[in-house]
């Protein structure tokens, strides 16, 4: 004797119609993108932040693409999302190579005593750092 729905033994949840699961995924694509878009930019800003809307995005967008097939708002936090973790990860990446040239420099600058000082700090660092990143000799001396 087979089993009909909703017969037999253990607890049965109700399924949920076809129409809100589509809504469902729509606001979270939605938020996937809001998420994704705005852990890229500010990415650019502050990157900690960033990387956690990023992955958040991503997260999100793999969740909403995953119940419903196409819906743009996870494509776009998908996407966002992931140029925004690979974006976030370069950056800590840049940032652990040349942190031993910029504690350095920082540790010359709280030393330094006079502007005269900081400048010869500057003068001396800044160029290491360049010459690490394999920049052109001029092109940092904006950021110190």
């Given amino acids: 004797m087979s ?4 017969q037999g033994h253990g607890v049965q949840t ?7 699961d589509a809504e469902a995924a729509a606001v979270v694509a ?9 852990g890229l930019l500010i990415t650019l800003i502050f990157m900690p932040l960033g990387l956690i809307l990023s992955i958040a995005g991503l ?6 693409r995953r119940s419903v097939r196409h ?3 996870a494509t776009t936090g998908i996407v ?7 974006l976030s990860l370069a950056s800590i990446a840049v940032l652990l190579y040349i942190s031993p ?15 005269a000082d900081e400048q010869q700090c500057r003068d001396t660092y800044v160029p290491k750092i360049e010459k690490r990143l394999g920049a052109e000799p001029g092109t940092l001396d904006w950021a110190f």
């Fill in 101 to 115: 040239q910029v504690s350095d420099l920082n540790d010359c600058l709280d030393a330094a005593n006079t502007v």
């Fill in 80 to 86: 966002t999302g992931a140029v925004g973790v690979l």
């Fill in 3 to 6: 089993e009909q729905p909703g």
């Fill in 14 to 20: 109700p399924e949920r119609p076809p129409r809100q």
């Fill in 71 to 73: 819906l743009a708002g």
């Fill in 30 to 38: 939605r938020r996937a993108a809001w998420l994704g878009v705005g």
């Fill in 59 to 64: 997260v999100l967008g793999l969740r909403a």
